[in-house]
């Protein structure tokens, strides 16, 4: 019989440890949390110091009875649940209810902590156990109850002065925030007009000089026209080009650090093009173990949320002497490359690598999926080239005279660069989100030339340009932004991003974030009364308060006292003054062309919208083309400018259906001529990513059931991106969920892997087990009361409510 019962988060998790802990170790699986605050109410006894009321999750009671029966026959208790805040609840929630009533009775309660999942971590973290940590549960439950506050106080406010169903979250808002003002940002940008002038020259030997403007006398010139960029060309014209000086310097480009969680999101996002959701499941995958033929489940890759870059000593050794081995003795530093963690990192942890890197991408191409794959990949390649020496380039920079007619001296220079050791290059290279200097120098080769000498003119280029607005957030760009002002945590970034989509705050545009109408409208209202709360510097602050909770420095109740004074004056603040976005009827200069009223912009289901205010007696209405906060800056005259019906001559209006704007006749339901905007197709938006089958790229196309993404290259190549939910397929365990539409256009979900894998299912799978029939998945579904998670068995009547829009999924 077991004398130690071991308790992990998941099934796979489970099955990998089990391997290396033997037959007295029976390890099972508590699938995530226990326990939480219930969802019918705040759940936090504000007046006794932010007491939290914490309840068995439902469907885990069975769950808990199983384990504590399997506890009533060991001597020990072993929680294993991951190495953070939110593993560490999970074990404290588990110890309450397994702990024995009298300390001196059995089972025993420990906690044990490993970043990897290899037989040597789990024998050193079972042979020094240790107790829960209550600083990092504390911490855990800080932010649980800051995030149940935020939710549970404003989110009531957006359902009476927006729509019902909004919610705001502590961090979820402030990522919108972000987002909203870049879009402003854009919208109010003036480009500006400046002009380049480039100079093609013949040297003594090939290749051609192309060098650009410098200097024009003493300064740098400033050309904002083609008036003075032709000036200076005239001023130019029969010049004599003489090389002034050439310098070269040795420059040394550094490894980059192994991957954290935020660089590994930021990367797989670039290269890969995963979302930061899928990256983070994808690793999970890897951590808990894969099936690697006759190894069995194995741990492939350390703990995957961390932002340290620590590494330890064995694996420093393993993989110096991979890179000797494999690249040669010119390729391995003196010493290991030592990397700076981040002042507030948790240095326990390691930073993310191979479990063990003899263990290469292409011995694991027949055990691993090609998404695994390719995300094992990028961590082996990224580490080996942390390990490994600079790379060496030669920068050339030549400086060129030139006298202008006018006697003004003019200066050309060009930049090159030569790559003389590869180091690291041979295994990495970071991706980039803009392209800068270095690439371009790079691109430039430039021929032997020598002070002094006379160059052949061959040709002269003015060019225009102009300035470019700064670029819309990506997800990586996005979390890079969030990680670089402190706000939320690495380990959050996927539930963040996908809560903002979910809610309908913001949408993708060709991979960039756009806010949608709703989403800067209920920006503006929270600003405008808590505009400390979701303030990038304070939200950033709380996150170091929740640190120091973690070392101790901090009492937690102290904490929310703090932040509940502050907050309690913005809600009263904002249900006495808060805009009622709801009841609004914003006056325009319009007039109904059915019955000669003034039409004034309303506030709908769908977002706002122009209406009669001779309603009810006249229902018209009519689309508003502007989003309802521009609506003071815009000239609403031009909708009047509309298109007139091809059939009956009256004018065409906007109106939004179930697949997005269209044009519909103003003589409706006499005349029923609907057209689409911008006439018989929408354009196809060029994206970045690559197709997969043929390497053109993919484009986002408007089809009759909305948009989707599909190669450039049609009909030569007919791929087309399935959506992905982020599900593994209950099913099969290979494949995933992805979104499908019927021929009558209605969604449905199935495996990516058909017709290998004939998995189908109307509603959207949970990865769930239901508790009462065993069945390994949930089904989404939308009832009078709420959305609740209902078992797909016809048999079974097991369903729990999901999670209210009042309540924020996010930190």
């Not at 704007?661 to 018989?680: L, N, V």
Request: net charge neutral.
């Amino acid at each position: 019989m077991a004398k130690s019962l071991v308790i992990v988060e998941s099934p796979a998790k489970a099955k990998t440890i089990g391997k290396y802990l033997g037959k007295h170790y029976v390890v099972k699986a508590s699938l995530g949390h226990v326990k939480d605050l219930p969802k019918k109410d705040l759940a936090v006894d504000v007046e006794r110091d932010f007491t939290p009321k914490y309840e068995v999750i439902e469907g885990k009671k069975k769950l808990i009875a199983e384990l504590k029966q399997a506890a009533k026959g060991v001597d020990s208790v072993y929680l294993a649940a991951d190495p953070d805040r939110e593993g560490e609840a999970i074990c404290w929630h588990l110890k309450e209810e397994l702990e024995p009533k009298k300390a001196t009775d059995k089972p025993a309660i420990f906690r044990v902590m490993f970043n990897e999942i290899t037989a040597n971590a789990v024998k050193k973290a079972f042979d020094k156990p240790l107790a829960v940590n209550v600083n990092l549960v504390e911490a855990q439950q800080a932010r649980r109850v800051l995030d149940r506050l935020v939710g549970y106080k404003i989110s009531p406010l957006l359902w009476d002065k927006v729509r019902r169903g909004l919610s705001a979250g502590r961090v979820q808002t402030v990522a919108v925030r972000l987002i909203v003002e870049r879009e402003r940002e854009i919208r109010a940008f003036q480009k500006q007009e400046y002009w380049t002038i480039d100079v093609a020259l013949h040297a003594k030997k090939p290749p051609l000089l192309t060098a650009r403007l410098n200097k024009r006398g003493t300064e740098a010139p400033k050309i904002d026209n083609e008036t003075a960029a032709k000036g200076i060309v005239a001023d130019l014209d029969g010049a004599a080009y003489t090389v002034k000086s050439v310098a070269t310097r040795e420059k040394r480009r550094n490894a980059v650090p192994p991957f954290i969680t935020s660089t590994l999101q930021q990367e797989s996002s670039r290269k890969l093009r995963f979302s930061v959701k899928r990256t983070m499941m994808l690793a999970q995958g890897l951590y808990e173990g894969k099936e690697i033929g006759k190894e069995g489940a194995v741990g492939l890759i350390t703990y995957m949320r961390t932002d340290s870059t620590r590494v330890s000593d064995d694996a420093l050794a393993e993989v110096r002497n991979m890179i000797s081995e494999r690249y040669g003795k010119d390729y391995l530093p003196a010493a290991p490359n030592v990397y700076k963690t981040k002042k507030d990192a948790q240095d326990a942890h390691e930073a993310i690598r191979p479990t063990s890197v003899l263990r290469t991408p292409e011995s694991l191409e027949k055990h691993l999926a090609e998404d695994e794959l390719k995300l094992y990949r990028l961590i082996w390649m990224r580490f080996v080239a942390s390990q490994m020496n600079p790379a060496l380039l030669d920068q050339t920079t030549i400086d060129i005279n030139a006298a202008g007619k006018s006697g003004s001296p003019y200066l050309f220079r060009a930049t090159g660069s030569v790559l003389k050791f590869d180091g690291f290059l041979k295994v990495y290279e970071e991706g980039k989100d803009q392209k800068d200097e270095e690439d371009e120098d790079l691109k430039h080769k430039l021929p032997a030339v020598t002070e002094g000498e006379a160059l052949r003119f061959k040709e002269i280029m003015p060019e225009q340009h102009f300035t470019e607005p700064p670029p819309r957030y990506n997800e990586a760009t996005l979390v890079k932004k969030l990680e670089a002002d402190g706000v939320g945590r690495p380990s959050t970034y996927a539930s963040i991003l996908s809560t903002i989509q979910d809610r309908e705050y913001v949408k993708k545009e060709g991979g960039k974030f756009v806010p949608t109408e709703l989403g800067m409208v209920v920006t503006d209202l929270l600003l405008e009364s808590f505009n400390d709360l979701f303030d990038v510097k304070y939200t950033a602050r709380m996150e170091e308060e929740l640190d120091e909770i973690e070392e101790g420095k901090l009492e937690w109740r102290a904490a929310m006292a703090e932040f509940y004074d502050r907050f309690q004056k913005n809600i009263e603040h904002a249900e006495r003054h808060m805009a009622d976005i709801k009841r609004m009827e914003k006056p325009t200069d319009l007039v109904c062309e059915k019955c000669g009223k003034p039409m004034v912009i309303k506030w709908g289901k769908h977002g706002s919208f122009i209406a009669c205010t001779g309603y009810p007696e006249c229902t018209n209405t009519r689309e508003l083309t502007v989003d309802l906060p521009d609506v003071d800056k815009a000239d609403l005259t031009e909708q009047d400018e509309a298109e007139y019906c091809e059939n009956c001559g009256r004018p065409m209006v906007l109106k939004k259906g179930r697949f997005g704007q269209f044009y519909a006749c103003s003589g409706y339901p006499d005349c029923k001529t609907t057209k689409q905007i911008g006439g018989e197709q929408r354009k196809d938006i060029p994206l970045e990513e690559k197709c997969p089958q043929c390497d053109s790229n993919l484009v986002q196309k408007f089809g009759r059931y909305g948009e989707f993404v599909a190669c450039s290259n049609y009909p030569n190549c007919k791929y087309v991106k399935q959506k992905t939910i982020g599900v593994p397929c209950p099913n099969c365990s290979e494949g995933e969920i992805v979104e499908r539409r019927s021929k009558r256009g209605r969604t449905f979900y199935g495996c990516n892997r058909y017709p290998d894998c004939d998995f189908v299912a109307w509603g959207k799978p949970i990865p769930e087990k239901c508790p009462e029939c065993g069945s390994s998945y949930l089904i989404e579904k939308y009832l009078k009361a709420g959305p609740v998670a209902q078992c797909p068995n016809g048999e079974c009547k097991y369903k729990h409510p999901l999670e209210v829009a009042a309540e924020p999924s996010v930190a």
